[in-house]
């Protein structure tokens, strides 16, 4: 059985780090892309970040160089690394693997930038 489990959110200041983490199983990893997507309270799921299987990258643009995405297949997990984090960061974060028609969501970590 697939599972995807976030983890590494909470409450954080602004101008504050997080590193948020997605753990797979029950699939081979090094053979999916992966993804970070986002819902903001009242908004719609919103893409952030993108990793190849072969370490390609690609970000929304609101995030870019504030956010890092990166992977490790020995862990098979996938991590965000977020800098310089602003109120409307503020979201759900989920994690996406794809291979071909497959895709798996995890259950999503809350981040929440206030003071």
């Known amino acids: 059985q697939v599972r995807l489990v976030e983890s590494g959110g909470g409450l954080v200041q602004p101008g504050g780090s997080l590193r948020i983490s997605c753990v797979a199983s029950g699939i081979i990893f090094s053979g999916y892309d992966a993804a970070w997507y986002r819902q903001g309270p009242g908004k719609q799921r919103e893409f952030v970040a993108f990793i190849s299987g072969g370490g390609y990258r690609s970000y929304a643009d609101s995030v870019k160089g504030r956010f890092t995405i990166s992977r490790d297949s020995a862990k098979s997990t996938v991590y965000l690394q977020m800098n310089s984090l602003k109120p409307e960061d503020t979201a759900v974060y989920s994690c996406?693997?794809?291979?071909?028609?497959?895709?798996?969501w995890g259950q999503g970590t809350q981040v929440t930038v206030s003071s």
């Open positions: 996406n693997l794809v291979q071909s028609t497959r895709a798996y």
